[in-house]
């Protein structure tokens, strides 16, 4: 039997403070998420812009560095699945089947074509010096470094799309279905969610979008497996686009 279409769970299991633990997960990691952030950011960034009291010898640490924080934020789905619920696997049903690949990169597809469009249409808006590459940002300093760009590539591609979906598609995801939310308000939830957690303003139209792509395949599915693979499958053109400089 296919258990991504079993019957929901009763209301009543897997409930922690009279929520479901997904809640619980999500709201620790988010937590989590933006005190790691700030500390990080007074550690490493001195008042000059440099990096600072961390004393780094080169920025490519600042690639693991900078991932670091998402990291609170998978961490704390798996630690709730398999506290409060029936693991990790099985919870999220994680691992993608042959339908899930087809799925998401039809879904990732679609993600990056919307995010291309509604980005062209903030270009006319916002101007290229407000609206400029997050990536470019972040790791343009190591763009002679062919080493640290494979390991900037598989973060952007692999590591930071697991976190995330885990995180919003996996444990907000889960909360809201066992409360009984209809499924296309947990779409677009998730997907605001989404968009508001990369903290980029003049961007959050265009991630808006792309959530509600990459969202869409785990509401066919029901399964984050789906949702992994769109993800960083709307990934992987900007994460290639990295070696562009190098």
């Not at 296309?184 to 968009?195: D, E, G």
Request: net charge neutral; proline share 6%; glycine share 12%.
């Amino acid at each position: 039997m296919d258990r991504s279409r079993e019957d929901p769970l009763p209301i009543r299991a897997g409930l922690v403070l009279g929520a479901h633990w997904g809640f619980l997960a999500f709201f620790a990691g988010l937590g989590a998420y933006y005190l790691l952030s700030l500390l990080l950011t007074a550690f490493a960034i001195g008042g000059d812009g440099e990096v600072g009291s961390l004393r780094l010898p080169e920025l490519g640490p600042l690639v693991l560095l900078a991932f670091v924080p998402n990291l609170l934020l998978g961490l704390a789905p798996v630690l709730a699945a398999r506290r409060w619920g029936r693991g990790v696997l099985a919870e999220f049903r994680l691992l993608p089947n042959a339908r899930d690949v087809k799925v998401g990169l039809a879904c990732g597809g679609f993600a990056l074509l919307t995010g291309y469009l509604l980005n062209v249409v903030l270009l006319e808006v916002y101007g290229t010096d407000r609206l400029t590459d997050p990536l470019t940002e972040v790791f343009g300093g190591i763009a002679s470094d062919a080493g640290w760009l494979i390991v900037a590539a598989l973060i952007v591609v692999v590591a930071a799309p697991l976190t995330e979906e885990l995180f919003v598609r996996g444990a907000l995801w889960n909360g809201l279905v066992h409360h009984r939310v209809p499924p296309w308000v947990v779409l677009v939830l998730t997907a605001l969610v989404f968009a508001q957690l990369h903290g980029e303003p003049t961007r959050t139209i265009a991630l808006l979008g792309q959530g509600i792509a990459i969202g869409a395949a785990r509401l066919i599915t029901d399964r984050v497996g789906a949702s992994l693979v769109a993800h960083a499958t709307n990934n992987l053109p900007p994460a290639l686009l990295l070696f562009g400089g190098s």
